[in-house]
Every structure is written in C-alpha cells, then in structure tokens.
C-alpha cells in the first residue's frame, strides 16, 4: 500500500453510516441499563467517556459494503462495542491503567473491585444480548472471539520476557487480542451476504486489525503523551515485549541487550533507562520495521476488498485502512 | 423443617450419581484445555484443588428425579461447574483473598493480573461449549444466571455500609450471588421434564440457595478457621454486612451500634474489635434470625419437592436440604 499523502479523519470514514452511528449509544444504555444505582453509575461513566466506535464503523460499512440487509445491524454494533468496552475495563484492571485517553479509568475513578465486576457486567450482558437475538450464529462468532480474546491476553502475560517472545508469538497475541475483534464486526456486517463477501470482510477485518495494533503498539514509541493520550514507553515500563523491541533484539549488540534485560528486570524502570531502550529500538531498525509490517498488513486487507463491488462503503473501508495505520493517536 | 439428628455427609448425597460425577473432571479438562503452557498451568491448578462439585450433584440428582434422559448431562454439568469456578477466581480477585478453602487462590499464587484473565478465560469457555451444544434453552438460562451473578457482586459492594443494607437487599443479593446458579442447575437437569417438575426443581433450586448462603454467612461468625477454611469474622473484617448483623442492628443501643459503625469505618480492624461485634451480634439474637430463616428457606425447598415423585434421588435432594443448613463447612 502506498501511504496516503493527506491523513483520513475519523468522521470522513464514519460519514456513509453516520445515521446508524448516531444511534449507537442509546442502543448501548439500553442493553446496559439496570435496577443497580452503583451499576448505572459506572456504566453511565463508561458511556459517556465514549470512544470512537471504531468497530461499529467497521460493522455498518461492512453491512453496507457487502450489500446486504441487516435488520438487527444496530442491536450487532452495540454489542460488538460492548464486548469491546468489557474488556478495556477488565485491561485497565489488570495493568494498573489509571488513565485510557486522557479519562480516569474504573478502576482508577471506582476501585479495582468495581472494574473486575463491571467487565463481568458488561460481557454477560452482551451475551445475555445475543441469546435474545435467537440467531446462534452471532453468538458462535462472539464465544469464540471473546475466547480469543482472553487466550490472548494471557499469553501477553505469560511473555513478559523480552528475549524469549518472538515474532510469531507476537503476531499470535496482537490477532487474538485486537484482529478477532475486528474481524468477527466486519464478518457480522456481511452475516446476510454471500460467502465470498463475508470471507473477504473476514479477512479485511483480520488485516487491518494487526495493522491496526502494530501502528499502536509503535505509537508507544513514537507518541508523546499529549499525541496518544498516554506516556511513551508504556509497553516498556510495563515490561511488554512489542514489535519494535522483538524487530530490535537481534541488532543489537550484547551489552545493548543487556540494557534491555536490566530494563525488564527493573519493577519501574527509570525515564532515562526507557528512554536508552527506545534509542536502541530506532537505531537497531525497529520502528521501520514495524512500520513495514503493519503496511503490509494494511496491503492484504485492502487487496481483500477487491472482492467487493464499488461502492461509498467500501471506499470508507479503504479510508479506514489508511486511517488505522497513519493516525497519530 | 426439623433438622434430622444426625448428620448428613456429602459423599451420602452424592451415591446416587456417583458414576456421573466421577466423570466430570475429565470432561472438565475436555473443555478449559487450550494450547497455552499458563492457561494449562492455571486450570490444571484450579481444577485439582477442586471442590465439592455441588452444583454437579444437584443437576445430576435433579435430572435423575424429574425421571427425563438428558444426553447432554454431564457436559451442563460441567458447564455449572466452570461458571461456578470462573465466579470463584473473580471473587478471590476482588476480595483479595488468599486462601480458599485452605488452598491459596489463584491471585495468591499466580497474581492479581492472571485472576482477572482467567476468569474470563473460564466464562468465555463455559459460553463457547454452550453455544456448541447447539441448544439456546441451556444458553438462556445460564447467560441470565451469570448476569444475574454480575449483578449481585456489584449491589454487594455497594452495599459495604452496615447500617443502610436491609434485609431485603441482603436476600436479592444472595439470590442473584448463589441461589441463581443452584436454582439454574437443578432446571437444567430437569429441562427434558414436564413444566410442572422443572418448575418445582428451579424452585428448589432457588429455596436451597438460599438456605446455603445463609448458613455459609452464619459459619463466619459461628466456624472456626479449622472449620470453615477460612478465619472467623472475615465478612465483618471486609465490611460485608450479611444477615447475622442485620438481624441484630435494630436491638444494639446507641453504643453498640458506634461499635458495629466503628470497626466498618476501621480499614483492617482489630481481633478484639470483630470479637467485640461477634459477641454483640449473639447477644443480639443475629445468629438465631439467621437460623431460622436459613430452615425457613430449607422448609421451601422440602416441599417443592413433593411435585416429584418418589425416588431414590428425590430423597438425595432432601438430604442436600439437610446437607446445606447441617453443614460445619
């Protein structure tokens, strides 16, 4: 993929279902909605602080793209974004998150009791959602991506050794972690369309979630604070092994390397200390070489919507391609 | 209900599905299985130190009295078990517990991080194997129950505040916390009966959930550590206001009741000061009310199951009655 010379806004990209966006949050305050005041407290917090919607966007254009009618679009979008904020909850929780974009997360704003239940909350009552849909094909989908998503996280955790995760163990966690998610809302929008249609969203969500990740996990390199909501070197300090270091390793020399395992070895490693890792990662080629990856990614998930006839939609899809990996935040 | 003279022992209650029960281990293991060495690490943990399989039993015995074959037993039961045990993780993980049963918990030996994912990573399992039985019904009930549980915990820390919680708050609270699943397991081994047995079985259900969480509240203030598998007063140590203490609020004097509000203001409040509150708790007439309404729930369950008709597992489920209210642990 050539990289876009003018950057893509958001909103260009949510543009062609802007109306069905719109109705995203009232849809999401009814599946959440409970007699509970501590309950409407908290999901009221989360709500508010809402995000991009960034996979309901990719539901609604997949839905458009594809062609085909979805009568129960909305009802899969909040879902989709529920199970989504379910587990943001549950990774704040688990890393000790105080901020998520600038806001207090649950557990920093609640209590770290408040955010292990609330994300319980929040992924039963997606399913309980589902169940009522009377359809168990959404549910395969979303059981077998939240799964995914679980299994993920714990091999993330399972690998805060810098020198033993590779490449392919990365690339494991990234796609059970963020892509299933991603590709489990494209592969719903085009749940009425016919087999080729969905395999290539399916196959375009799962793209362009890992070249999604990347261009993350390298914003905690590249960012600043005020650019990507939170401090640079996150990954580092938290002793999270992500693409740029595992591209880094092999270049660099031993006592470099050392710097690194005494970096990981540090409970909290001092600025200076993560600023000389995240020296060494640019100087030993890991940003570039991240950068490649997620284009790469980026490439296949756009080659995937050649499947697709013309249409707006899919020329937002596209957009959301250049959007995921050239965004500063 | 008058309690029987002698006590009756789990093993006793459980003979009559013995052969079934003795399979769930293994089907257990079939279903949290996962190609990843800390998930296996950590379910293999959990599943040896494991417990009574008391929701198995009732869900056997329920299907054995309702007098319907279910080819699907003994994967539900399994099923009940793993929602019981994904609870369990998070619990620990909210309460900090580290000891269950005289084991340590999981966020003791692993960490508070590997709690939360694998919780999780059970409830997503219980969720994917339910879906794969290609049965809403089971997937109804139990996507209820777990919401139903979600919210419980939430109103039970809303609720760390002795003087406001009521009586009545209390019930909903144990209700959704404990009685959901029992009721949930005994309907689902009866969900190949007539109406009339498998609503009389989720009735029983509900009633004998009650029963037991009562008394799981009493042996805190009445077991010792020895007894119980975890120290005496802990619910007053964590500020939980069950029913022995509501019960016997309203007879404290002003100083007494300064007492009860004082160790609930204090964050790790003193031996002497929970043996204080125990005390006042007996005095007050707490342990008594909360026996009795433990027989009263134990008396509800007895008759629903006279819908049934005579078996051998019918009178097992009696003694489960018997078994919940009787128990020392």
Chains 1, 2 share one sequence.
Do not use: W
């Amino acid at each position: 993929m050539a990289p876009q010379a003018t950057a893509v806004r958001l909103a260009d990209l949510q543009r062609p279902v802007g109306p069905q966006l719109a109705r995203v949050p009232d849809e999401l305050r009814r599946i959440v909605s409970a007699d509970s005041p501590l309950l409407e407290k908290v999901s009221g917090y989360l709500l508010r602080s809402q995000g991009k919607l960034f996979r309901p966007t990719l539901l609604f254009l997949s839905n458009q793209a594809s062609g085909a009618v979805d009568e129960h679009g909305l009802r899969l979008a909040a879902i989709v974004e529920l199970i989504h904020l379910a587990t943001l909850v549950h990774d704040d929780s688990v890393d000790h998150s105080a901020l998520r974009r600038g806001q207090p997360t649950v557990n920093a704003l609640f209590s770290h009791q408040v955010s292990v239940i609330m994300g319980d909350y929040l992924f039963s009552r997606a399913i309980r959602e589902l169940v009522a849909m009377d359809d168990v094909e959404p549910l395969r989908i979303l059981s077998h991506v939240t799964n995914e998503m679980s299994m993920g996280e714990m091999r993330q955790l399972a690998a805060y050794d810098a020198v033993q995760f590779t490449e392919e163990e990365y690339t494991v966690v990234i796609r059970a972690k963020t892509a299933s998610l991603f590709s489990a809302a494209c592969e719903l929008g085009a749940r009425r369309a016919d087999a080729t249609r969905r395999r290539a969203l399916r196959a375009y969500g799962d793209a362009l979630g890992l070249a999604f990740q990347i261009t993350d996990d390298l914003l905690d390199y590249t960012g600043g604070e005020a650019v990507t909501g939170k401090p640079s070197g996150l990954d580092l300090r938290e002793h999270k092994a992500t693409l740029p270091l595992i591209a880094a390793l092999p270049g660099l020399s031993a006592s470099e390397r050392r710097a690194v395992e005494a970096l990981f070895a540090e409970k909290e490693p001092a600025d200076e200390d993560v600023a000389r890792v995240i020296g060494l990662v640019r100087r030993s080629g890991g940003l570039e070489y991240s950068r490649e990856r997620a284009l790469e990614c980026a490439g296949r998930a756009e080659a995937a919507l050649e499947e697709l006839p013309s249409s707006q939609a899919r020329d937002a899809l596209r957009d959301a391609v250049v959007y995921a990996v050239e965004r500063r935040r």
